[in-house]
Structures are given as structure tokens and as C-alpha cells.
């Protein structure tokens, strides 16, 4: 028996594939970023850092945490969804006073610097212990987005709880051009009163507030009646952010949970259409992975029939 120079396959016809997936490896690494439009967003977001926000009446992985933690990680979540080219800023608020601790920066070349300053929002920034939620804060907040500029949009992430308490008569007559300035008031808390912990100056745990404590909400002339206030119980007062949102044009949502603040943030009316730098060097790559692949089957099942081939003419041995 003669035997002949074997066939050339279908796999030997291929193997331009080789150095044009080289080729397509290179440009992958050399690649640099495309400027294409996208939707991008800013915001400033603002934490009440007041005590009420240290109530741990929200569960986050099955366990207690405190309202502001409970933000925190809402914030937490929002930077790893916006889209590239977007930018966040941090801000506090406590007493009437918004104060901005970082100008919006740009979400992923700025990702780390901004998950560190996150983590160190807490209780020691606080400056006093009393808050006028809609007659200052949130009006400051919004000058500081003014301030900013660039279509920086306001968050502002609190319970909702004025201390001293603010009656109806003294609600806030103010307005806010939603024109110039938009926003969000997110509500966080939970729907049952709660005693507020009571911290000293180097931030320990005092106990809880009590009713001879704060101000309570004094008796209306010519009330018969005294509804009872509990002051120094907290929780979330929805209806009353809702209200002040409506107000002064700003949307309403509550922290229900981790990924309601990312919902918000990427509300398409707050997107503003840019050129971003894109990064695209994953279209090379995935091509020389499929040349590569088209490449080397057909070898790679010829071989798998040989050596099944060869297992069951071994069995007849």
C-alpha cells in the first residue's frame, strides 16, 4: 500500500487567522479611546449627618444599620451604575448649612478617590445638633450646585426630621427655579418612631434623646385639643419631604433600598448628552478571540475523533 502526502484541511486554509488576530491583539493594547456622545449625569449628593440619621432602623445584608450607613451604601451602589463621563460630588448638611467636602469629578477615573471620601462621611463632620432640613439646607445645597455650575444636579438624602420641629404656619415660603437647579429629596428611615442615640463630642453613645431633652411641638392657641409630640423619637416624615419637593420642583423618592438612589440618578431627565472618551478595545480583542477560535476547532475536534477512534480499536485488541 502506497501512502500519499495527506490532505490539506479546512484548518491549513486558515492560518491568516493567526497573525491577523495578532494583529487585532496589538491594536487592542495600543487602542486608544474613541470620543463618542452618551448620556451622562452630575450631581452634588448631600447626607443629614444630624443624630437622627444614627437611628438603625433599616436592615442592609439581614443586619441593623443606621440611616446614614444605609445612604452611604446607596451612594455606594449609584457610583458603580452611572456611566462613564458622569460626575459626583459629596456634601453635608447639619444645623441650616449645606458644606461641600468634594466638587463633582468624574465617576471612573476618579472611582477610588471618590469610594474613600465616602467611607469617611460620618458622625465627626457634624458641627451642631440642630436642623432646618427645608428652611436651609436644602436651599443651601442648592446654591452650592449654583456655585458649581455645569448642570450639577442636587441629591439630598435625609429623614426628614426638623429639629427644633417646624410647624405648618412656619413651612418654608421660599422657591427654587427648577429651570436653573434640579433635583431630588430622598427620604430614609423607617415607618415606626424611634429613640435617637445621644452622642458626645468624641462621637460615644449617651443613651438615648428624651422628651425633656428637645423642644416639643408647642399647644395652638385656642386648641382645645394637644395632639402629643414626640421629638425625640424619629422616623421617616415622607409626606412632609414630599411636600417641600413639590414645592420648590424638585422629584420625591424613598430609600427603600440600596438601588433606589442609582434609579434616581439615572432618571434619563436629569441626562445630559456629551462627547465621553470610550473606551472600545474590547471590539479587537473579542474578534481575535473569535478568529482564534475558528481557527484551531476543526483541529480540535479532528483530534477528538483520532483519539476516540483509536480507544475503540484498542478495545478489539
Known sequence: MR??????GLSGRRHWTTPVALVLLIAAVAMPRVILPRNTFSYIVTFDITQSMDVEDIA???APVSRLAFARAAARDALGRLPCGSKLGWSVFTGQRTLLLLPPVEVCSNYDALLSSLDRIDWRMRWTNWSRIAEGGVYSAVRVAQDIGHGAAVVFVTDGQEA????????PARDINPAQVKGWLIGVGGDQAAPIPRTDSDGRRDGYWQAEDVI??????????RAESHEELSELHGHYLAAVAEQIGFGYRRLSS?????EALLDARFAHREPVPTDLRWCPALL????LAWRFAPEFHSATRRVSAGRAN????
Open 3 to 8: 501512502f500519499g502526502a495527506p490532505k490539506r
Open 258 to 262: 440600596t438601588a433606589s438612589l442609582s
Open 216 to 225: 416639643q411641638v408647642p399647644t395652638r392657641p385656642g386648641s382645645e385639643t
Open 164 to 171: 427644633p420641629p417646624i410647624l405648618p404656619s412656619d413651612a
Open 314 to 317: 484498542s478495545s478489539y485488541g
Open 60 to 62: 442592609l445584608n439581614d
Open 288 to 291: 481575535a478571540l473569535l478568529l
